[in-house]
């Protein structure tokens, strides 16, 4: 028997609106390593001109961008917090994406948490799940 995974439901016209409409985006999980998934949609996200913020803090820069230590530290606003975090650890970046005022929240893959993708969606933003934001700008956007 396969597990169904829960989806977020969004059709593919509401995550291109998504994608067109937002251009901010805090990065959590951020890594200077090239070999790693968020360093490498890191660097996409950039050169298609979206203005991302990277969270990790371990790190004081990533991919020449200074690197906050939280979403609440970025000192200008951020409309998408992007998470490349174990599930265990997605509820306090929701938490931070709400006070922040963030519009949206994407769980890549492995990042998923039922609890936090609610609490996302209960707070009023949009959430994303099960999915790549390159993969998914790969696919509806060129």
Not at 20 to 38: F, H, M, N, Q
């Amino acid at each position: 028997m396969v597990m169904k995974m829960p989806v977020d439901r969004l059709s593919d016209g509401e995550v291109r609106k998504i994608l067109t409409k937002y251009r901010r985006i805090a990065l959590v999980g951020a890594s200077p390593k090239p070999e790693r998934d968020a360093n490498q949609v890191m660097r996409y996200l950039l050169e298609k001109g979206y203005e991302v913020y990277p969270v990790n803090p371990r790190y004081s820069e990533v991919l020449g961008k200074k690197c906050y230590p939280s979403v609440l530290d970025i000192p200008d606003n951020v409309e998408i917090v992007d998470l490349f975090v174990r599930p265990e650890f997605t509820m306090d970046y929701v938490e931070q994406a709400i006070k922040k005022g963030a519009k949206v929240v994407w769980f890549q893959f492995g990042t998923y948490d039922r609890e936090a993708f609610r609490k996302a969606k209960e707070a009023g933003l949009m959430a994303v799940a099960h999915r790549c934001i390159k993969q998914e700008h790969e696919r509806l956007m060129e």
